[in-house]
C-alpha cells in the first residue's frame, strides 16, 4: 500500500474505559465500543494501520491481539483486573499512560504519526502521548458531562466537576476535535470554549451490509416471538439515562387505554450503570405496571443476532434523556423498522421526524403513550416511515465516517507541522523514551 500525502500511515487509538472486543449493550460497553471497532475496520482498509489502546480487565486478556489485519488491540494492564468503577478511572490514568509509552519506546521514533482519543478520560492519556511523540491529538468526546448533567434522568446521580475539568483541558489541547453532530460542535464551542476553526463534525454510521430490511417472519420464528404481534423494541445499556421505563409506562398507559392493542415490548440489552442496574429492576417494574405479560427480555446480542431482533420488530424505541447520536436509531432503520424517538442531542439527526420515525418532546408517559399507541394502531402509517427508513439510513455508513476522520487528521497533521515548522525539529531518545526537541525556531 502507497502512502498518501497527510494520510497518517499508523494511528494509537486510545480507548482507556472500555475495549472495542467487548460485547456491546451493558456494563461500560455501547456505542463508543461499536464507533471504535468499526472505524479502525475502515481506515485499516484504507491502509492505515491502527493500533487501539484499552485497559486489560481481565488476567486472560493477551498483551496484544488482533482485531483484523491492521488493526491490533494492545490490553494494558492498569489496576485491578475487575471491580474497578468507571469513577475510579482516573486513578489509573498515570498506570495506563506509562504502559502506552513503554510500548511507544520499544519502537523506532516516529512509529505512530497521530493519537485519535475517545472520551476524556483517553484524552488524559492521549495528550501526554502527543506531547512525547510530538504527533497531533485528535479527541472525540462521545459524551459531555455538561450536556448529560443538563437532562438527567430523574434519581440519576450527575457527572462529577472534575469530569468536566478534564474534559476542558482535552478540549484545549486537542489539535482536532471531531463532533457526533452540529449540536455537539456548539456546545464544545459555547460551553467548553472550542475553537470553532479546530472542530470536525463527522457522523458515526452503521454497518450498512449487516443491517439491512430482512423477512420479519423468519425472524421472529429464530427469535421466538408471536408473528401477530405488533412488537416496539428497545435495544441498549439498561440504565436511567436510556430510559426503557419511560417505554414501559407509555407502553402501560396505550394497552390501559386501548387493552385489545397487539402490543408487545421487547427489551435487549444488560445492566449499566446507576440506578436501573439491576437486571430484576425492569421486570419489577413491568409486574407493577400490570403489563409483565407483554414484555420479552433478551441479553446483549451480538451483531449477527441483533439484526434478526430489527427485523422482527415494527418499530424501535430509543426513549433516551440524553443520546450524542444514538446507533441504534441508525441500525434499525436501515433494517427497515421506523423509530420512535425523544427528541434530543444526535437523534434530531438520526431520525427524520415524520418522515422515518417520530420524534417525542420530553419524557412524560402521556406523549410517549400517545405517539406509541397511535404507530402500534396505524399499520399503514408504520409501513411510510418503514419504506423510507433505509434510504436515510443510507446516508450514514462507517465508510462516510472513517473518510470524515481521514479529512480531520490530515488537517490535524498540516496545521500541527506548521505550528511546528516543518522539519525543525527532531526526537531524541532520553531515559528510554523518546522526546521531541525542537532544532529551529518556529516559522
Ligand atoms: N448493541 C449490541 N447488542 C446489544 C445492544 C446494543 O451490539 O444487545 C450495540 C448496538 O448495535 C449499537 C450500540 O450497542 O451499535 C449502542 O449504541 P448507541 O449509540 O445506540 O448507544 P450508546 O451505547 O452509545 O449509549
Not at 485497559?55 to 494494558?76: F, H, K, W, Y
Not at 408487545?264 to 409486574?287: C, F, N
Not at 450524542?324 to 436501515?334: H, K, T
Not at 427528541?343 to 400517545?370: K, P, Q, Y
Request: glycine share 10%; net charge neutral.
Amino acid at each position: 500500500m502507497t502512502s498518501q500525502p497527510g494520510r497518517p500511515r499508523r494511528v494509537a487509538v486510545i480507548s482507556v474505559h472500555t475495549s472495542p472486543l467487548a460485547q456491546p449493550g451493558t456494563g461500560d460497553a455501547g456505542g463508543m465500543n461499536v464507533y471504535v471497532l468499526q472505524t479502525s475496520l475502515q481506515l485499516a482498509r484504507r491502509g492505515v494501520e491502527v493500533e487501539i489502546f484499552t485497559r486489560a480487565t481481565s488476567s486472560s486478556d493477551p498483551a496484544v491481539q488482533e482485531a483484523a489485519p491492521g488493526v491490533l488491540v494492545r490490553n494494558i494492564e492498569a489496576g485491578p483486573f475487575e471491580g474497578l468503577d468507571k469513577h475510579d478511572l482516573p486513578t489509573q490514568l498515570c498506570a495506563f499512560a506509562a504502559g502506552v509509552l513503554r510500548e511507544e519506546a520499544r519502537h523506532a521514533p516516529g512509529y505512530y504519526d497521530l493519537v485519535h482519543s475517545h472520551y476524556w478520560l483517553s484524552g488524559q492519556v492521549g495528550w501526554l502521548a502527543r506531547d512525547r511523540w510530538g504527533v497531533p491529538l485528535v479527541h472525540t468526546a462521545h459524551t459531555l458531562a455538561a450536556v448529560k448533567n443538563a437532562s438527567l434522568a430523574a434519581g440519576d446521580t450527575p457527572e462529577p466537576a472534575a469530569r468536566q475539568i478534564g474534559e476542558q483541558q482535552v478540549v484545549a489541547e486537542s489539535d482536532r476535535l471531531v463532533a457526533n453532530t452540529v449540536d455537539e460542535a456548539h456546545a464544545l464551542e459555547s460551553i467548553y470554549r472550542a475553537d470553532p476553526a479546530k472542530i470536525d463534525v463527522v457522523a458515526p454510521g452503521a454497518d450498512l451490509s449487516r443491517y439491512r430490511p430482512g423477512d420479519r417472519d423468519r425472524a421472529r420464528a429464530e427469535l421466538g416471538l408471536d408473528p401477530r404481534e405488533t412488537i416496539v423494541t428497545f435495544v441498549g445499556r439498561i440504565q436511567p439515562l436510556k430510559a426503557p421505563d419511560v417505554l414501559l409506562r407509555a407502553a402501560a398507559r396505550a394497552v390501559a387505554d386501548a387493552p385489545d392493542l397487539p402490543l408487545r415490548v421487547l427489551i435487549v440489552g444488560g445492566p449499566s450503570g446507576t440506578g436501573l442496574e439491576r437486571p430484576d429492576s425492569l421486570i419489577e417494574l413491568a409486574a407493577d405496571l400490570g403489563i409483565a405479560a407483554r414484555v420479552t427480555f433478551l441479553p446483549p446480542q451480538p451483531s449477527d443476532r441483533l439484526v434478526q431482533v430489527y427485523r422482527a420488530s415494527d418499530l424501535v424505541a430509543v426513549p433516551s434523556y440524553s443520546e450524542s447520536f444514538g446507533l441504534v436509531a441508525i441500525e434499525a432503520q436501515a433494517c427497515g423498522v421506523p423509530v420512535l424517538a425523544a427528541n434530543v442531542g444526535g437523534l434530531g439527526v438520526a431520525v427524520r421526524d415524520g418522515e422515518t420515525g417520530v420524534l417525542v418532546d420530553g419524557h412524560r408517559t402521556e406523549d410517549w403513550a400517545a405517539a406509541l399507541g397511535s404507530l402500534v394502531a396505524d399499520r399503514g402509517r408504520r409501513d411510510v416511515l418503514a419504506a423510507a427508513a433505509p434510504r436515510h439510513a443510507e446516508n450514514f455508513s462507517w465508510e462516510h465516517t472513517a473518510d470524515g476522520l481521514l479529512t480531520a487528521y490530515r488537517t490535524a497533521g498540516a496545521r500541527r507541522n506548521r505550528a511546528f515548522g516543518a522539519g525543525e525539529f527532531s526526537l531524541r531518545r532520553q531515559r528510554g523514551l523518546w522526546k521531541l526537541r525542537r532544532t529551529g525556531g518556529v516559522k
